[in-house]
């Protein structure tokens, strides 16, 4: 038996490529009387809920903002909860999402990680590494910024060992060295709790995304509230530098 979601996502033209800067954590737990930690714990079941939706609606790939290379910022007690709630979940949750065909991978410097963390995010991509239900990445110690440079890092030094020519140098050979290079396209970005910017979230593959903003805090985002984000995705006019009337002829 299914439910109205599903039947609801049957009718939706599912964009490939979603990713999500899940924001509010914070706040969540701080309108509660508690501690951030809190909103961090309870946002889980949120990525829970918005994975299963995803590959319900045949979401190709999906991209979560878990931690970004600004967070180490954050006071310590704070870091040291989500570093402890990441190898929670790896140790709860990698089973499931193999057992659903999901694909799981870390993008980001994990460098910066502990040597046991760093253990279980390979052990996770390993065991999961050839399902093909659905790509779930979560970006890690990941900059935008930090992306990019490093992209560009990798052709400097194609260049200075001969292996290319700066004229080789195209938005192809980059992309290539980018974190999502083998994902498609992204479609869709969304951010939770109220803000409208990217925080140096896939500044390279956002180019011509869509943006779905929301004011629901991500401790409170779900299956329902995910599917609002895709169909509304379904009513916008893509048009990728051509005119409505060109994209109608197609």
Same mark, same amino acid.
């Given at each position: 038996?299914?439910?109205?979601?599903?039947?609801?996502?049957?009718?939706?033209?599912?964009?490939?490529?979603?990713?999500?800067?899940?924001? !509010?954590?914070?706040?969540?737990?701080?309108?509660?009387? $508690?501690?951030?930690?809190?909103?961090? +714990?309870? %946002?889980?079941? &949120? @990525?829970?809920?918005?994975?299963?939706?995803?590959?319900?609606?045949?979401?190709?790939?999906?991209?979560?903002?878990?931690?970004?290379?600004?967070?180490?910022?954050?006071?310590?007690?704070?870091?040291?909860?989500?570093?402890?709630?990441?190898?929670?979940?790896?140790?709860?949750?990698?089973?499931?999402?193999?057992?659903?065909?999901?694909?799981?991978?870390?993008?980001?410097?994990?460098?910066?990680?502990?040597?046991?963390?760093?253990?279980?995010?390979?052990?996770?991509?390993?065991?999961?590494?050839?399902?093909?239900?659905?790509?779930?990445?979560?970006?890690?110690?990941? !900059?935008?910024?930090?992306?990019?440079?490093?992209?560009? $890092?990798?052709?400097?030094?194609?260049? +200075?060992? %001969?292996?290319? &020519? @700066?004229?080789?140098?195209?938005?192809?050979?980059?992309?290539?060295?980018?974190?999502?290079?083998?994902?498609?396209?992204?479609?869709?970005?969304?951010?939770?709790?109220?803000?409208?910017?990217?925080?140096?979230?896939?500044?390279?593959?956002?180019?011509?995304?869509?943006?779905?903003?929301?004011?629901?805090?991500?401790?409170?985002?779900?299956?329902?509230?995910?599917?609002?984000?895709?169909?509304?995705?379904?009513?916008?006019?893509?048009?990728?530098?051509?005119?409505?009337?060109?994209?109608?002829?197609?």
């Amino acid at each position: 038996m299914t439910t109205g979601i599903e039947n609801q996502a049957l009718d939706l033209k599912v964009p490939n490529h979603v990713a999500i800067i899940m924001d !509010g954590n914070g706040r969540w737990a701080q309108m509660q009387g $508690k501690k951030r930690v809190f909103g961090h +714990k309870n %946002g889980v079941e &949120s @990525v829970r809920s918005t994975v299963t939706a995803a590959r319900k609606m045949g979401v190709k790939a999906l991209t979560l903002f878990a931690f970004s290379s600004e967070n180490w910022l954050r006071p310590e007690e704070e870091v040291s909860v989500l570093m402890e709630l990441f190898m929670l979940v790896l140790n709860r949750e990698v089973k499931r999402l193999h057992k659903n065909d999901i694909r799981f991978r870390v993008i980001g410097d994990v460098s910066r990680f502990s040597n046991k963390l760093q253990e279980k995010i390979k052990a996770a991509e390993s065991l999961t590494e050839h399902n093909q239900g659905m790509v779930l990445s979560i970006a890690a110690n990941y !900059g935008g910024r930090w992306d990019i440079t490093h992209a560009a $890092k990798q052709l400097a030094a194609q260049v +200075k060992q %001969g292996e290319i &020519s @700066v004229d080789d140098i195209t938005e192809d050979s980059l992309n290539r060295l980018t974190s999502l290079y083998d994902m498609p396209d992204l479609d869709l970005m969304i951010r939770t709790g109220g803000d409208h910017r990217v925080s140096n979230f896939l500044l390279w593959q956002v180019a011509y995304a869509e943006f779905y903003f929301t004011d629901v805090l991500w401790p409170d985002f779900n299956e329902a509230e995910f599917t609002k984000a895709i169909d509304t995705f379904t009513q916008r006019e893509r048009r990728f530098g051509k005119t409505g009337e060109q994209v109608k002829q197609q």
